[in-house]
């Protein structure tokens, strides 16, 4: 165990540094690029369109057993 640790120990690097002198945001800023809010649009409407799928799916096969 011991030359493993050692080789972990070497290869250790140190923690991040935080880039920049602003604090940490999650929200994003009201001036978005206009090709995110279109490929976000898009992936909500792949979502509804799989949710609405399934359940029209499972709609289906219920009718079936009946």
């Given amino acids: ?3 493993a640790w050692t080789h972990l120990t070497e290869c ?4 991040p540094t935080k880039l920049g002198s ?3 945001r999650l929200h ?3 001036e978005e ?3 995110i809010i279109f490929f976000e649009a898009l992936l909500v ?4 369109g799989v949710l609405a799928f399934a359940g029209l799916t499972v709609k289906k096969l219920y009718q079936g057993q009946r």
């Fill in 28 to 30: 994003r800023s009201a």
């Fill in 22 to 24: 602003g604090p940490f």
């Fill in 1 to 3: 165990m011991g030359a």
């Fill in 33 to 35: 690029h206009p090709v």
């Fill in 45 to 48: 409407l792949v979502c509804v």
């Fill in 12 to 15: 250790a690097r140190p923690p």
